[in-house]
C-alpha cells in the first residue's frame, strides 16, 4: 500500500488536472500517481541509458587500468567462478 502525500494546487491547475483524469477514467489522485510514476521511471531509464552507453565507451580503458579482477575483495575461488556480468 502506497503513502498518503498531499500537495497544493493553483485552483486552475486542479480544475484542468480533474478534467483530464475524468477523460483517463481515474481520480484525481491515480492521475496524480500514474504522472509522478511515469516520469519515475522516464528518469530512471534515461540514467540507465546514459550508464550503459558510458560504460560501452569506456569499457577498453577500464579494462586497461585495473585488469580482470571484476571482484575485489572476494576470494580467488569464488571470483574465478562468479559469472563475468554479475557486477
Given at each position: ?27 484525481l ?55 563475468r556480468?554479475?557486477?
Amino acid at each position: 500500500m502506497g503513502k498518503q502525500t498531499n500537495i497544493r494546487l493553483d485552483e486552475g491547475v486542479k480544475a484542468a488536472a480533474e478534467e483530464r483524469a475524468k477523460r483517463r477514467g481515474l481520480s484525481l489522485q491515480g492521475y496524480v500517481a500514474d504522472l509522478i510514476e511515469q516520469d519515475v521511471k522516464e528518469s530512471r531509464a534515461a540514467f540507465m541509458a546514459g550508464a550503459s552507453a558510458f560504460l560501452a565507451a569506456y569499457a577498453d580503458r577500464f579494462e586497461a587500468e585495473f585488469g580482470e579482477d571484476r571482484y575485489p575483495g572476494l576470494p580467488a575461488g569464488q571470483a574465478e567462478t562468479a559469472p563475468r556480468d554479475a557486477a
